[in-house]
C-alpha cells in the first residue's frame, strides 16, 4: 500500500490543552481504524502540530503542514483566532482542511476559500438555539458573563442579538479575562440585578469558577453556558452544583448515533490516557472526511478539495454533514444538554424535560 | 449603593487581597534574603493546592471524612510538601546562581514554573482539566439583606491574617528573623557571625513555599476550584503587589495585595463603560503608583552611601 | 614559646581561582596574646584570615583552634569554635540598626542576659553607637562603622578574634584610642590575632609578630625584635 | 604557514562546520537525530573548551572580525539557499532573525544600560498592529517597518517616566504591568480588531510583491519567504552594525556606566536621563521594526501573540546568550525559537523539555552562552 | 612667580541635617588658585558629607557654595563636573566589569563628543579621539604605576585595591579639572605607598592648569607635607583652620581629633 500523510493541528499545550489533546486522539483513533482497515487503499501517517491557542504558532505550524507536498488533508484548529490566521495559508498553498472545532462564524464566511471546510457548528446556529430554547422555559432577565477573547466576545455577541429577538433582556454584561480567578465582584453586582439566568460565554476552567463561586454569593439563578462549558470536567470540577446546569452543542448527540457508539467504545478501547473531549467527535469525523476523500480520489490535494466541495449528507458520527459553497456543515443540528445526578444528558431524555426535575427559578 | 452591598464588595475585596498578600508576603521574604525573585512561586503554591487536594482524596479513599480531620491533614501536608520543594528549589536551582547575575535566577524560576505547571497538567491524573476543590469548613452563612457573610470566608480571613502576623513577628521580632536579615544583605559576613547560610537560605524558602501551600488551600477552600494554571497569575500579581507596596518590609506586601485586590474590585463594579478594562484600569493605576513612589510606597529606607 | 597557642596554621596554601596567593605559611598565635601579621598591600594577610574562617579553604595545609582543625568546618562552626573576625573594611550590615548589627555578633549566643550585658559593655567603649543605636548601620560615616564592626566582633565574646586592618580610616586620635581598646580586649584574655598596616603603633601593642612578604613568611619574632630587625625596618616603616 | 593564513583557514573551515549543522538541524526530522545532533555539537564544544581550542578560536575570530562577520553572512546566505524552495525551514529562519532584532533592541536596554524591560512582546506587539493598520494605506510599506519602530518608541514613552524613577524589580513591575495592560487593552477593544486578530497585508517594494514565489524559470521557483530572509537578513546586519557601533563608541561607555554605578556616572557628567531615554527608545524602536516585519511576513495578528510569555521569550534570550553579547543573542535566538519547533514530535511534552532544557543551560552556564567580551573600540587594537 | 589669589571655591554657611544628625554645621571656607587643602575631623565630622553636597549628590539645607564665581549650590551632579569639580570616593567606585581605559573614559566625559552621528556614522573621527585620549591615559597612568599603562584593557576588577585607587584618582584627573576631590586615598596603603602617591599627586598638579585640591586624609603624615593649609571640621563645624602646623597645634584638635601626646 501507499503511504498517505494527513494532519492535526490543535492546542497541545497550555490552558486549552485538554480539549487539543482529546481532539487529537480522535484523529488519531481515525487514522488508526482505517489503517486496520483491510479494504483501505492507502496506509495513512498522521502529522500532529501544536498551535499553542496562539496564532503565530498555529501560522507557523500552518505552514509547515501546507507547504510539506506530501500531507494530503488536514484537520485543524479548535481556537478561532488561530484559525482566521492559518485559512490564508491553506488557501495559498492549496491544503484542502476541515475545522474541528473553531466556532467563530468567519472562519468559513469570512472568506471565499474553496479548501476550508468546518464539520462543526458556528456559534450563530448555538445562540439561535439557546435563546430560543431559554426564553421557551419561561426566564425573562440574564446577566452576561463572557470571557474576552474571540470566543467569549462572540458568544456574547451573537447570543444578546438572538435573545432580543426572542424578547429576553440583559441586565448587564461582564467581560473577564480569560485566567481571571475571582468573579465575586461582578457576581455581586449580578446578585444585585437579580436576574433570572446568567449565562456564561466561555470555556470550562472558568465555567467552573464562576459557577461555584455563584453559590458562595448565594445566587440562585439559573446557570446556562454556551457549548465550551459541555465537558465532563466541568461537572468533575463543580462538583454537585452542577446539577440542572444547560449547555448547548453542535451536532446530534453522539451516543445517540449508531457510529457515536461505535466511536466512543473504540475511543475507549483504544487506551488513550486523556478524554475524547466535546469536540473529540468533530475531530473524528472530519479526519474520516478527508480519508474518505482520499480513498475515493487519490491522494490529490486539488482532487480532494474537489470532492469536499461536494459533500451532501454525508454519513458521519456527528450526523449527515453537508457543506454550503463556504464549506460550512448545514446541518448542524445543536443539542441541548443539561447536567442530571453528575452527567450530561440530553434534555428531551432528562428528568426535567418531563418536569420531574425542574430549572432553578420554575 | 447600598450599605449591605458595598458590605459584600469590601469582604469579597479583603478575601481577595489576603490571597495576594500572602502571595506577595512570600516574594518579600525570598527578595529579602537572597535579593531575588522566585518566579515559580505562583507555581508552588499551585502545586501546594494539588498536593492539598490528593491529600484530601487519599483521605477519604481510607475512609475518614471527618472535614476537621480532613483539613488539617491536607494544610499539615501541603505546607510540608511545599516548604520541603521550596528548600529542594533553593538549594539546587536558587544557591548555585547566587553569583550569577539576579536576572538569571528570575529566569530558572520561570522555567521552574513552566516545569511544575506543564508537569501538574500532563502527569497529574487529568491534570489540564479543573478540579473540584472541598468545602472543608463550615458553611453557615448569615445574610443581612444583600449582604451575605460566609463562616468559612470569616475563618479565611482570620487564618491569612493570623499567618501573615506569624510570619512578621518572625521576621522582625526572632534571632531566626534577625539571621534571615542579614543574610541577605551579605552573605559572607553573616556567615562570619557565626549564621549557617546555607541552612537560612533553606528555610527561609520554605517558608516561603509554606505561607504560598497555605495561600493556595485558602485559595481552593474559598472558590472550591483548582486548576494547573491557577499560579500564574496569582503570581504576577503577587509579585506586582510586593514591589508598589515596597520590598523589603511585610507591610508593604500587605498594602499592595490589598491594594490590588481593591483597584480590581473598584474596576469591575464603578468603571461605567465596561468592566472588562478593570485589568488595563489596574495596571495602569499601578503603574502610576510606582511612577509617583518609585520605591514602593511603603519605602525601603536607603542605605547607599556615596 | 611558652604559652600554648589558640591558633596554630601550618603550611597552608591557598588560591583564587586565577593566581596562588598563599604558598606555605604557618603562623602561631599564642593564647592570650596579641600577634600581629605585618605586609605590604597584596601580601595575602586577608587571604589568611579567609582561610582560617573557612571563605576561601585552603588548598593544604592545617588550622587548629586548641588543637581542633578547622580545615573544612563550614563558617559558622568555625564561629562556633570561638573564633570571632572583624573583618576588612567594616562590614557592617548597612540596612540594620546599629542594634541589630551588635546583636548579630552575638549571633550564637542565645541567652538575652548575657547579650544585653555585652552590648552594655560595648556602648561603655563606644558612646556614639548608643547615641546612635536605631541609626541604619549603612548611613554612617567610615569610622562610625568601624566602631560597630569592633563591637559586633566584641559581641562574640570569642576565644580568639581576628582583626583585619581597623585603623583604615579611623582619625589619628581614634587610631590610638582603637589600639587601646584592642589592648584592653586582650586584658580580658580574649587572644588577638590582627593584621595591620600601621607598623608602629601595631608593634607596639603586640607581643608577637610575622611578615608576610608574597604569600610567605618573611620575618618572624617578638615585637621587640622585630621594630629592630632592619629589613623589616627599610622594607616597611616609613 | 603565516598565522593570519591559518587564522582565514581556520574561519572558513568553521563557516563550513557552522553551515553543515545549521543545515542538518534545520532539515532533520526525526526526534532521535536531533537529539544525537545537539548531543555531538554539545560534546564537541565540551570537548574544545576542554582543550582550549575555544579560547584559541576566539582569539582568533577577534583577530579577523570583518572576515569572521563575512563568513556568518556568507554561511547564512548558502543554508537560506539550500532550503529555497521549502517554505517552513525560511519562515523559521527569517522568524528568527526577527527574534533577533527585537532582541538586539533589548540588549540595548537591560544588556548595555541596565534598563530593565518585560513588555519586550508589547513593544513586537506595537509594530505589528502598526503595519496592520498601515498596511492596506498608501504609505509605501518600507516606510511603515520604519513606522513600526517609531511608533513603538512613541508609545513606550509614556512609560519613560516611571521607568527613569525606578529600578530593578520595580522597573520590571512597571513594564511587565504595561505588557498586561497592553494585551487586555488589545483584547477589549475591538477597533483594532479584538480577541480575533487583524489580517496584515504582505511586503510589496516597488511593485515586488513579497508573498509570491519567486520564479526563477520554468522549474525553478523559489519560496516566497525567500523575501523576507533577505529583507531580514538586511535588517539584522544593519541593526547589528548599530548595536557594534553603539557599544564600541563613546555611548555604549555612558551606556555601561549608567547601568554599573549611576551614582559615579552622575558625577562625571554622564546625563543617566538621557541614556537611558535614547536606550530605552532606540530598543522599543528596534523590537517595532522587528514587529512590523514579522506581522507582514505572517499576515495574521492577534493579541494573544503578545502575551507576557512572550515577552519573557524574549528576555530568556537575551540572558541565554549573555547580556549585551551580541552573537550570544543570535544563537540564544536561534536555540529558542527553533528548539521548541524541532521537539514537535514529543507533543504536549515540549515545554517541559524545553524548560528543563533552558534550566541546564542556565545553571552550567550562568553568564550566558556567550559572555560579552570587555569593549573593544577598534577591533584588534589593544593601544 | 606671581600667584594669582582668585577664590575656586566658597563655602558659605552650608548646612546639611540628616533627620536628626547635623552633618554639615553652617560651614564656611574658601579655596584659592593651586591651592591644597586638608579637610580633616573625626570621624563622622561631615568631611564626605561635604563632597557630598558639593558635587551635588545631596543637596544643601542651608547656605550655598560658590565655584568660580558661580553659585552651584543647586545644581546637578552632572553640571558641577562639567564646571570642572572632579572627585574620587571614599569606598572606591569604580566599574569592576570595564577595563581600565573604560573607566578613565568615564572621568573624561565632558571632553568626548557623544553626539549620535559622530559615534555611529563618523568612525574615522571617533577612531582618532579614541586613539588620542588613549594616549593621554596612558601617559597619566604612566605617573602612577606603569605597570598600569600596559594594561590598559584588562578589567578593573582584577587589580589590586591600592591600583584601583589609583585609577580613581587618574579617572578624576584625566578631564583637567579645576578642583579635585580626594577622599581618603591613601587609606589601606602602606607609609611607602602613600608617599608615593602623594609625590604622583603633586607631579600631576604641575601638569594641570589652576588644579586646586581638596584632600580628606587621616593620614597626617601626608597632610602634613602637601596641604597648603588645613580645614578642622567637628560635628559639622568647622573647628579650626590654618597651616597644618598652627592647626596641629590647636587645643581643640588635640582633643577632638589628634589625641595629644
Ligand atoms: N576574590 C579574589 N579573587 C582573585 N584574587 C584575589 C581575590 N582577593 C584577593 N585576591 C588577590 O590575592 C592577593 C592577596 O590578597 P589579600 O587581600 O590577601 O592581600 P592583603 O595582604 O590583605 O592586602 P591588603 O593590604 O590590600 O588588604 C592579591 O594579589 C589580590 O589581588
Ligand atoms: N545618607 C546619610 N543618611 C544619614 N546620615 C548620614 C548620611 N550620610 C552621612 N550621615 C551622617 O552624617 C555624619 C557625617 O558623615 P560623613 O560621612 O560626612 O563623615 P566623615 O567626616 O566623612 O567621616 P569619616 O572620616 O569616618 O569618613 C555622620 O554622623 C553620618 O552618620
Ligand atoms: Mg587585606
Ligand atoms: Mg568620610
Not at chain 3, 562603622?145 to 586592618?165: F, N, T, Y
Amino acid at each position: 500500500k501507499d503511504k498517505v500523510k494527513v494532519a492535526f493541528i490543535g492546542p497541545l499545550t497550555g490552558g486549552v490543552s485538554a480539549v487539543g489533546v482529546g481532539g487529537r486522539n480522535s484523529a488519531e483513533l481515525a487514522v488508526q481504524l482505517r489503517n486496520a482497515d483491510p479494504s483501505a487503499k492507502y496506509e495513512y501517517e498522521l502529522v500532529t502540530q501544536d498551535s499553542e491557542c496562539k496564532p503565530n504558532v498555529g501560522v507557523q505550524a500552518a505552514t509547515k503542514v501546507a507547504s510539506d507536498k506530501s500531507i494530503i488533508g488536514l484537520v485543524g484548529h479548535y481556537c478561532s483566532a488561530v484559525a482566521m490566521g492559518a485559512v490564508d495559508i491553506y488557501h495559498k498553498f492549496n491544503l484542502p482542511m476541515s475545522v474541528w472545532g473553531a466556532v467563530l462564524p468567519d472562519v468559513t464566511y469570512g472568506n471565499d476559500y474553496k479548501e476550508i471546510h468546518r464539520v462543526n457548528g458556528t456559534m450563530i446556529n448555538q445562540n439561535d438555539v439557546a435563546a430560543k430554547f431559554m426564553t421557551d422555559q419561561g426566564y425573562k432577565t440574564w446577566v452576561v458573563l463572557y470571557d474576552t477573547t474571540d470566543y467569549g466576545k462572540g458568544h456574547n455577541k451573537y447570543f444578546t442579538e438572538y435573545l432580543a429577538k426572542n424578547g429576553g433582556e440583559i441586565l448587564a454584561d461582564f467581560g473577564v479575562s480569560s485566567d481571571q480567578q475571582d468573579f465575586t465582584a461582578e457576581l455581586t453586582k449580578a446578585k444585585q440585578l437579580n436576574p433570572d439566568v446568567i449565562f456564561f460565554g466561555g470555556l470550562t476552567p472558568l465555567g467552573v469558577r464562576i459557577r461555584a463561586q455563584m453559590e458562595k454569593l448565594g445566587i440562585t439563578a439559573q446557570f446556562q453556558g454556551a457549548s465550551g462549558i459541555k465537558s465532563d470536567s466541568f461537572i468533575d470540577g463543580v462538583g454537585e452544583l452542577s446539577e440542572g446546569v444547560v449547555s448547548f452543542l453542535e451536532g446530534a448527540p453522539v451516543d445517540k448515533l449508531p457510529g457515536g457508539q461505535y466511536f466512543i467504545e473504540k475511543y475507549k478501547a483504544a487506551g488513550f490516557a486523556e478524554s475524547e473531549e466535546a469536540y473529540g467527535p468533530f475531530a473524528f469525523a472530519a479526519m474520516n472526511l478527508i480519508l474518505d476523500g482520499i480513498e475515493e480520489v487519490g491522494p490529490n490535494r486539488k482532487k480532494l478539495t474537489k470532492y469536499l466541495g461536494k459533500i451532501q449528507d454525508h454519513d458521519s458520527i456527528v450526523g449527515k454533514i453537508s457543506f454550503d459553497d463556504h464549506g460550512q456543515n448545514t446541518v448542524a443540528a445543536i443539542t441541548k444538554y443539561v447536567v442530571q445526578d453528575g452527567k450530561w444528558v440530553v434534555w428531551e431524555d432528562s428528568e426535567y424535560a418531563t418536569g420531574a426535575r425542574k430549572l432553578a427559578g420554575k | 449603593m447600598d450599605v449591605g452591598l458595598l458590605g459584600q464588595f469590601v469582604v469579597n475585596g479583603m478575601m481577595l487581597g489576603m490571597m495576594y498578600a500572602l502571595v506577595a508576603v512570600g516574594f518579600t521574604l525570598f527578595f529579602g534574603v537572597l535579593d531575588v525573585i522566585k518566579f515559580s512561586h505562583g507555581d508552588v503554591l499551585m502545586v501546594g493546592t494539588f498536593a492539598g487536594f490528593s491529600t484530601y482524596l487519599g483521605l477519604t479513599a481510607i475512609g475518614i471524612d471527618n472535614a476537621f480531620v480532613q483539613l488539617v491533614g491536607v494544610l499539615v501536608v501541603s505546607i510540608a510538601s511545599m516548604a520541603l520543594l521550596g528548600a529542594i528549589i533553593a538549594r539546587y536551582l536558587v544557591l548555585p546562581l547566587k553569583s550569577a547575575p539576579p536576572l538569571n535566577t528570575l529566569l530558572v524560576t520561570l522555567m521552574l514554573g513552566t516545569v511544575l505547571r506543564e508537569s501538574i497538567r500532563l502527569f497529574y491524573p487529568d491534570g489540564s482539566n479543573p478540579k473540584h476543590f472541598p468545602s472543608l469548613l463550615p458553611t453557615d452563612a448569615w445574610s443581612f439583606g444583600s449582604f451575605t457573610l460566609r463562616a468559612d470566608s470569616v475563618i479565611l480571613l482570620i487564618g491569612g491574617l493570623l499567618v501573615i502576623i506569624g510570619v512578621n513577628v518572625l521576621i522582625n521580632r526572632t534571632r531566626l528573623g534577625l539571621a534571615i536579615r542579614a543574610v541577605a544583605q551579605d552573605e559572607e559576613t553573616a556567615k562570619c557571625m557565626g549564621i549557617n547560610f546555607k541552612m537560612i537560605v533553606l528555610l527561609t524558602f520554605a517558608l516561603g513555599s509554606g505561607v504560598a501551600a497555605f495561600a493556595g488551600v485558602m485559595n481552593g477552600l474559598y472558590y472550591n476550584e483548582i486548576n494547573f494554571g491557577m499560579g500564574l497569575l496569582l503570581g504576577v500579581i503577587g509579585f506586582s503587589a510586593a514591589i508598589v507596596g515596597g520590598l523589603g518590609n511585610i507591610y508593604g506586601a500587605i498594602l499592595g495585595g490589598f491594594l490590588f485586590a481593591g483597584l480590581q474590585t473598584l474596576g469591575a463594579v464603578a468603571l461605567p463603560f465596561a468592566s472588562a478594562y478593570k485589568d488595563v484600569f489596574a495596571f495602569a493605576v499601578i503603574i502610576a503608583l510606582i511612577a509617583w513612589r518609585p520605591t514602593g510606597l511603603i519605602a525601603e529606607k536607603t542605605s547607599e552611601r556615596v | 614559646m611558652a604559652t600554648a597557642s589558640a591558633l596554630e596554621v601550618k603550611n597552608i596554601y591557598a588560591a583564587y581561582d586565577s593566581a596562588d596567593v598563599l604558598e606555605g605559611v604557618s603562623l602561631s598565635v599564642p593564647a592570650g596574646k596579641i600577634t600581629c601579621l605585618l605586609g605590604s598591600n597584596g601580601a595575602g594577610k586577608s587571604t589568611i584570615i579567609r582561610a582560617i574562617l573557612g571563605l576561601t579553604p585552603p588548598r593544604s595545609g592545617d588550622i587548629l583552634v586548641d588543637d581542633q582543625s578547622l580545615v573544612g568546618l563550614p563558617t559558622h562552626k568555625v564561629i562556633a569554635a570561638g573564633v570571632a573576625c572583624i573583618p576588612e573594611g567594616r562590614k557592617v550590615f548597612p540596612k540594620m540598626t546599629v542594634v541589630d548589627n551588635l546583636r548579630l555578633g552575638g549571633y550564637q549566643e542565645n541567652s538575652e542576659t548575657v547579650l544585653r550585658d555585652r552590648m552594655d559593655q560595648v556602648f561603655d567603649i563606644f558612646p556614639r553607637l548608643k547615641e546612635r543605636r536605631n541609626q541604619l548601620a549603612g548611613t554612617m560615616s567610615g569610622g562610625e562603622q568601624a566602631m560597630v564592626s569592633i563591637g559586633r566582633g566584641l559581641m562574640a565574646a570569642p576565644k580568639v578574634l581576628l582583626i583585619d586592618e581597623p585603623s583604615l580610616g579611623l582619625s589619628p586620635l581614634f587610631v590610638k584610642e582603637n589600639f587601646n581598646i584592642i589592648q584592653r580586649i586582650n586584658n580580658q584574655g580574649i587572644t588577638v590575632f590582627l593584621v595591620e598596616q600601621n607598623v608602629h603603633q601595631t608593634l607596639a601593642i603586640a607581643h608577637y609578630g610575622y611578615v608576610l612578604s608574597q604569600g610567605r613568611v618573611v620575618a618572624q619574632g617578638t615585637a621587640q625584635e622585630l621594630s629592630e630587625n632592619k629589613e623589616v625596618h627599610e622594607a616597611y616603616f616609613g | 604557514m603565516t598565522q593570519s593564513l591559518k587564522d582565514k583557514l581556520v574561519i572558513l573551515l568553521l563557516a563550513a562546520l557552522g553551515t553543515a549543522f545549521m543545515v542538518t538541524f534545520i532539515a532533520i526530522e526525526e526526534q532521535t537525530e536531533i537529539f544525537a545532533l545537539l548531543l555531538v555539537a554539545a560534546a564537541l564544544i565540551v570537548a574544545a573548551a576542554k582543550f582550549g581550542v575555544i579560547k584559541a578560536i576566539s582569539q582568533c575570530l577577534s583577530r579577523n572580525e570583518k572576515l569572521m562577520n563575512g563568513a556568518v553572512i556568507a554561511a547564512v546566505l548558502v543554508v537560506v539557499f539550500w532550503f529555497r524552495e521549502d517554505h517552513f525551514p525560511l519562515l523559521m529562519i527569517a522568524t528568527v532573525m526577527m527574534y533577533v532584532i527585537a532582541c538586539f533592541g533589548l540588549n540595548m536596554q537591560f544588556g548595555y544600560t541596565g534598563v530593565v524591560n518585560f513588555a519586550g512582546a508589547a513593544f513586537f506587539g506595537i509594530g505589528c498592529y502598526t503595519a496592520a493598520v498601515l498596511g492596506d494605506t498608501s504609505v509605501p510599506l518600507l516606510m511603515v517597518i520604519a513606522l513600526g519602530g517609531i511608533a513603538a518608541a512613541i508609545i513606550g514613552s509614556i512609560l519613560i517616566i516611571p521607568v527613569l524613577r525606578t529600578r530593578g524589580h520595580y522597573a520590571a513591575v512597571v513594564t511587565i504591568a504595561f505588557g498586561l495592560l497592553f494585551r487586555t487593552f488589545l483584547e477589549v477593544n475591538d477597533t483594532l480588531g479584538g480577541p480575533q486578530g487583524l489580517r496584515v497585508p504582505g511586503m510589496n517594494l516597488f511593485g515586488w510583491d513579497f508573498n509570491s514565489n519567486i520564479e526563477i524559470s520554468e522549474n525553478i521557483e523559489l519560496s516566497f519567504y525567500m523575501n523576507y530572509v533577505i529583507l531580514a537578513l538586511i535588517m539584522v546586519i544593519l541593526a547589528f552594525v548599530l548595536m557594534r557601533r553603539i557599544e564600541r563608541s563613546w555611548i555604549g561607555l555612558n551606556f555601561d556606566a549608567v547601568r554599573l554605578d549611576e551614582t559615579a556616572a552622575a558625577c562625571f557628567g554622564i546625563d543617566i536621563k538621557r541614556w537611558k531615554i535614547t536606550a530605552f527608545t532606540l530598543g522599543n524602536f528596534l523590537a517595532g521594526t522587528a514587529g512590523a516585519l514579522y506581522a507582514m511576513m505572517l499576515g495574521f495578528i492577534a493579541p494573544s501573540n503578545f502575551a507576557f510569555s512572550d515577552s519573557l521569550i524574549l528576555v530568556s534570550i537575551v540572558l541565554l546568550g549573555g547580556m549585551g553579547s551580541l552573537w550570544g543573542t543570535i544563537l540564544a535566538a536561534g536555540l529558542v525559537v527553533l528548539l521548541p519547533e524541532k521537539l514537535q514530535a514529543i507533543q504536549e511534552y515540549r515545554f517541559l523539555i524545553y524548560a528543563i532544557v533552558m534550566i541546564l543551560i542556565l545553571l552550567f552556564r550562568p553568564q550566558g552562552i556567550l559572555p560579552r567580551g570587555l569593549r573593544a573600540y577598534i577591533p584588534g587594537w589593544r593601544g | 612667580m606671581e600667584q594669582q589669589q582668585e577664590t575656586v571655591l566658597a563655602f558659605r554657611g552650608l548646612t546639611r541635617r540628616f533627620g536628626g544628625v547635623v552633618a554639615l554645621n553652617q560651614f564656611n571656607m574658601e579655596l584659592t588658585n593651586r591651592q591644597i587643602v586638608g579637610l580633616i575631623g573625626p570621624n563622622g565630622s561631615g568631611k564626605t558629607t561635604s563632597f557630598n553636597v558639593l558635587t551635588g549628590i545631596y543637596a544643601a539645607n542651608g547656605g550655598s557654595i560658590e565655584f568660580l564665581g558661580q553659585d552651584i549650590t543647586s545644581w546637578p551632579a552632572q553640571k558641577v563636573y562639567e564646571a570642572g569639580v572632579a572627585r574620587t570616593f571614599q569606598r572606591s567606585r569604580l566599574c569592576l566589569e570595564l577595563s581600565i581605559f573604560d573607566n578613565i573614559m568615564i572621568g573624561n566625559h565632558k571632553r568626548l563628543n557623544h553626539g549620535i552621528m559622530f559615534n555611529v556614522f563618523q568612525r574615522k573621527a571617533l577612531q582618532k579621539q579614541i586613539t588620542e585620549n588613549h594616549e593621554e591615559a596612558r601617559k597619566l597612568l604612566q605617573i602612577f604605576n606603569p605597570a598600569l599603562a600596559d594594561k590598559m584593557f584588562e578589567p578593573v576588577g582584577t587589580l589590586r585595591m591600592i591600583d584601583r585607587r589609583r585609577i580613581e584618582i587618574c579617572r578624576a584627573l584625566i578631564s583637567h579639572p579645576r578642583l579635585l576631590l580626594l577622599d581618603e586615598p591613601s587609606a589601606g596603603m602602606t607609609h611607602e605607598e602613600t608617599r608615593e602617591l602623594m609625590e604622583d599627586i603633586l607631579e600631576v598638579r604641575e601638569m594641570i592648569d589652576g588644579l586646586s585640591i581638596i584632600l580628606v586624609e587621616h593620614e597626617m603624615g601626608m597632610i602634613e607635607r602637601v596641604t597648603d593649609k588645613c580645614i578642622v571640621l567637628n560635628f559639622g563645624q568647622k573647628i579650626c583652620e590654618g597651616a597644618y602646623r598652627d592647626v596641629a597645634s590647636d587645643k581643640l584638635v588635640q582633643e577632638a581629633y589628634l589625641g595629644g601626646e
